[in-house]
């Protein structure tokens, strides 16, 4: 028989043993983390139009409050409010049922992230503490492609449904490089749990160094099946507005388009978050609290999302494939043989 498994982090007045006070802590997390997750995505979706803004020579959206930080919330006002139509002839129960899940998913995803109240030297759980965090993640993160299929197959549309096809092809093809990368990583740490990979440090002399130094290759791999995971430029073949007119999603308007909108960038803020937790060590750093040198590792990738999109041209559909199947598939693959001979050289 399994015992239970015991908390052994910080514990004050003892509220994470108690019982009730176990709850309370975990709902309020949830609800604050949700609370948090809906003003940053808002906030992403601002800095993402200002910085394309100056990456074109443009100002970007400067009109609505001071430094036109006001946008977003007039923005989700406006989606709000406006008239959302449902065309004739869909399935009105999938319909309905595909932005839900997106944003679902995207909210699930957290509950696993280790981040906290309360420090002890290391990070530790705020939500959960699973001993297969990323598993989760991953099961989670999968539920993405039956929200883009009902979209596009719910819609009666011949233009959501190519991109819903195009979007689950993309998703199952990347997912399977995007899991392999992080193999490697659970090689030389030895646990699916995301606190241990958090506070994980490769020891070079006097410095303690992020798993980036060792698994370079898998954080590359990681990096590009994540932007086709999350299907933003140039990976954005699902919705090519010059294809496909608004792809998966081309049938909904208002609150319903805005679920889909809001679960794309929730996803890419926690794919920047499982980031920085595998690769650059979450919170680990000099001087400032764990949770300051979190925000400031996914600021980074957020910065690298937008820049992307920015920079480079949207790939042809074959070239898409070719790219997961034929390059990044393979080179995964290399990497963990290599890595677990190493290991086993090493550990022998």
Known sequence: MIPPAVYNGPNPGGIYTDPVGHWVVVVGAMLLTFFILLTVT????????????RFQRRPGPNRVGPFGLLQSAVDGVKLLTKESFMPAGVDRFTYLLAPAVAVLAALMTWSVVPFALWYSGTTVYWIANVNIGILVIFAISAMNVYAIILGGYSSNNKYSLLGGLRGAAQLISYELALGLSLVPTFIIVG??????????AVHLGPLSLP????????????LVAA??????????LPEAEQELVGGFHTEYSGFKFAMFYL??????FAVSTVA???????????LLPPIVWLIIKITIFLFFYIWIRSTLPRLRYDSLMKLGWKFLLPLAIANVIVTAVIAVAVGG
């Open 263 to 268: 679960a794309e960038y929730m996803n890419i």
């Open 42 to 53: 808002a906030y992403v979706v601002f800095a993402e139009r200002v910085l394309i803004g």
């Open 191 to 200: 646990s699916l749990r995301l606190q241990d990979i958090a506070n994980y």
């Open 227 to 236: 932007v086709a995971e999350t299907n933003r430029a140039p990976f954005d």
């Open 276 to 286: 920085s937790v595998l690769f650059l060590g979450g919170g680990q750093g000099p």
């Open 211 to 222: 798993l980036i130094v060792v698994t370079p290759l898998g954080f590359v791999i990681y």
